[in-house]
């Protein structure tokens, strides 16, 4: 005779990693910038962007959900430069967005599309650190990195920076990190974003090498591999068979 034994349910939280799933970059004021395909309403877009003059503002318009800020602005001790971390909700629709600055200032933008943070972006973000003014820790040639490292709530979190040189750059994204754009390529010539998705809880440095002598300006953010900031929730049935 086959048997069942009687079961009983256990909880577990399982959080899944976060996922890049596409990008776009662009530059330019009343700028459009264009995804290939419209970001899943279940997927939320991270914009990484910077204006040469730190006494104008920026606005993004064109998206079906109002972004919010992860960060910003935050401003250069010259003057010089002006960056902000956005996060907006994807639709399931819509491919562009743009950016305007409010005087002549030029957008330089970068945005990803990600999975597995959630779908509000006011408890998307983890923590969010930027380097003091204008410098990273770091200068010249040497490695450029943020002035305080970013602290990661858990595996799997997804790990967003960008990079801001006053001259005409050439960078390498970090160890472990991918460029944005994708081949260590600059937006407008001086500026890049990187990603990665951390292995582990802890510390997470994102950082730039340069083979140019660079001043730079960065920003980071950590995001949370979680729905809606809380871990998602399955149920496992444990079944006894025997005979």
């Known amino acids: ?45 991270l914009v990484a962007l910077s204006l040469g003059d730190e006494a104008q503002t920026i606005d993004i318009t064109g998206w079906p959900n109002a972004e919010t800020v992860s960060l910003g602005p935050v401003d250069s001790s010259t003057g010089t430069a002006r960056g902000y971390l956005f996060c907006m909700v994807g639709d399931g629709l819509d491919t562009t967005f743009v950016a305007t600055s409010s005087g002549a200032a030029t957008p330089r933008v970068a945005a990803v599309e990600v999975s597995g943070i959630g779908t509000t972006c006011t408890t998307a973000l983890d923590d969010a650190e930027v380097a003091a003014d204008f410098d990273c820790q770091g200068s010249g040639t040497t490695a450029h990195s943020l002035a ?45 974003a990187e990603w990665k998705v951390a292995g582990a809880s ?42």
């Open 202 to 243: 802890g510390s997470e440095d994102p950082d730039w090498a340069s083979a140019l002598n660079e001043t730079t300006f960065c920003m980071g953010a950590a995001y949370l591999a979680t729905a809606d900031g809380a871990a998602s929730t399955s149920r496992l049935l444990l079944l006894g068979v025997g005979r």
């Open 148 to 192: 305080t490292v970013l602290t990661t709530s858990a595996a799997g979190d997804f790990i967003w920076a960008y990079v801001l040189s006053s001259n005409t750059a050439n960078f390498t994204a970090g160890s472990g990190y991918t460029s944005v754009p994708s081949g260590n390529g600059e937006i407008n010539s001086n500026a890049q």
């Open 1 to 45: 005779a086959v048997w069942v034994l009687p079961y009983a349910p256990w909880l577990a939280s399982v959080r899944a990693a976060a996922a890049y799933v596409q990008e776009t970059t662009c530059a330019g004021n009343d700028v459009t910038c264009t995804f290939a395909a419209a970001p899943l309403a279940t997927n939320i877009v």
